[in-house]
């Protein structure tokens, strides 16, 4: 089945460095694919998402590219900030029974010390 | 406009015994999944309800029931309850269900089993 393999973490940065987090995933068909981010004691926030091979998506500063060819979508922000603090979660979709549904990494979590 | 609303935040329970979460979406919004987070499992779809029909189901056991009511609230069951129950249990809303992204999640409830 589909599924979303992304970069075991912990990630610990300093403040201003460059961010990547690894997804790669399996997918029979053609997924939109996500990148969710969620907060100490809150629930998943939607970051960004694209819906097909080459779109990109951008949200406050992070960005991902949506790679067919290498069935990937790294997460990357060129200047981390201590807020950014928090666990990635990176997926995809798929349709069944008339909706869609999502299909999750195992989450990454990043620190980012001042 | 209200966020997603989940009850209780916290609960403690033995083995065996049955617990009910609820989850109360935002207004107008018709479609409700529920997720479990375990650090094992990661994030995976339980099932999703709409127009108080159960529309789509993970592969979970029989044990984890659910329901919704007109006003679009929903409620999960868990009967006899084991230890590997414990997990954060997440709603999530939408107007439709149909596309992910649409979907709003509350923050969780911490269910632990003793």
């Known amino acids: 089945g589909d599924s979303v393999t992304q970069m075991e973490g912990p990630v610990t940065l300093s403040e201003e460095a460059f961010l990547t987090i690894n997804c790669t995933y399996t997918?029979?068909?053609?997924?939109?694919l996500f990148w969710y981010v969620q907060y100490p004691g809150e629930g998943l926030q939607l970051l960004l998402k694209?819906?097909?091979?080459?779109d990109k998506g951008s949200n406050k500063g992070f960005e991902a590219t949506y790679r067919k060819e290498t069935t990937s979508f790294h997460l990357e922000k060129g200047s981390v900030q201590v807020s950014d603090s928090a666990v990635y979660f990176c997926?995809?979709?798929?349709?069944?029974?008339?909706?869609?549904?999502?299909?999750f990494g195992k989450g990454t979590k990043l620190t980012v010390n001042p | 406009k209200a966020g997603v609303t989940q009850t209780p935040r916290y609960l403690i329970k033995t083995r065996g015994q049955q617990v009910t979460l609820s989850c109360s979406p935002i207004?107008?919004?018709?479609?409700v999944s529920w997720y479990q987070q375990t650090p094992g499992q990661g994030l995976q779809f339980l099932f999703e309800?709409?127009?108080?029909?159960?529309?789509n189901k993970g592969n979970f056991p029989g044990r984890f029931s659910g329901r919704q009511f007109s006003n679009s609230r929903s409620e999960m069951n868990v009967s006899t309850l084991e230890l590997g129950d414990s997990a954060l249990y997440l709603c999530?809303?939408?107007?439709?269900?149909?596309?992910?992204?649409?979907?709003?999640f509350g923050p969780g409830t911490r269910l632990t089993v003793t």
């Open positions: 694209a819906t097909k091979a080459d």
């Open positions: 997918a029979t068909g053609y997924p939109s």
């Open positions: 997926a995809l979709s798929f349709t069944q029974g008339g909706s869609e549904k999502l299909v």
């Open positions: 309800y709409f127009s108080e029909t159960q529309r």
């Open positions: 999530a809303s939408s107007l439709s269900g149909r596309a992910v992204y649409e979907q709003y």
């Open positions: 207004s107008g919004h018709r479609s």
